[in-house]
Each structure stands twice: as structure tokens, then as C-alpha cells.
Nanobody, 115 residues
Framework: QVQLVESGGGLVQPGGSLRLSCAAS????????MGWYRQGPGKQRQLVAS???????TYGESVKGRFTISVDSAKKTVYLQMNSLKPEDTAVYFC?????????WGQGTQVTVSS
């Protein structure tokens, strides 16, 4: 099993930045994927960004060029740097680990973009 703990959410003005962190209880293994998803009010959970153990990244269309996912293997932590935030980025952000076909989720952290 993998336990995931997110942090770094909060209230930010449009155009601002936040960095989310996800601390994992175990290091990434080969063929693992780590990622961030978000779920806005009344919306389905959607992919924000993901990264493989070989550092290949995938981004949702709405965040390309603004968000960056990265991994610090020594700290077993995945980051999501979010720049140029927009009100439509408001959501609960969830950390995800896909290992051997099993999805693990963190508890989520709220990000609110508002003036």
C-alpha cells in the first residue's frame, strides 16, 4: 500500500502561484505513475498532471504551460507548481499513485482562486 499526504493548498488571487506537495510513504518503483487530479464543484475528477518513474510527464489541456509536475525521489515527494492561476482552477486537488494497476489517493487539498 501507499499512503499519500497532500499539502500546500489555500486561497490565492488570480494570476498568483501555489505549490502543492504530496508526501508518499514509499518511493516510486519502475512502472509507477504519480499524478495530480482535481475536482471542482459539481464536476468530475479530472487529470491535472502525471509523471512516470522515467520522468515522462502528461498535462491536462487547461493547465499546459502554467503547471509543472516534478518528483524529489529522495524526499518521496511529488510537487505541482501552479502559476498564472485562474478562478476556474478552483478545486480540491488530489494526489494519485498508480502502482501495479491499483490507484491510491490522498485526502485532497483545497485550492481557491479568487480576488
Amino acid at each position: 500500500q501507499v499512503q499519500l499526504v497532500e499539502s500546500g493548498g489555500g486561497l490565492v488571487q488570480p494570476g498568483g502561484s501555489l505549490r502543492l506537495s504530496c508526501a508518499a510513504s514509499r518511493s516510486m518503483f519502475s512502472n509507477d505513475n504519480m499524478g495530480w487530479y482535481r475536482q471542482g464543484p459539481g464536476k468530475q475528477r479530472q487529470l491535472v498532471a502525471s509523471i512516470t518513474s522515467s520522468s515522462r510527464t502528461t498535462y491536462g489541456e487547461s493547465v499546459k504551460g502554467r503547471f509543472t509536475i516534478s518528483v524529489d525521489s529522495a524526499k518521496k515527494t511529488v510537487y505541482l507548481q501552479m502559476n498564472s492561476l485562474k478562478p476556474e482552477d478552483t478545486a480540491v486537488y488530489f494526489c494519485n499513485s498508480l502502482r501495479a494497476g491499483v490507484n491510491y489517493w490522498g485526502q485532497g487539498t483545497q485550492v481557491t482562486v479568487s480576488s
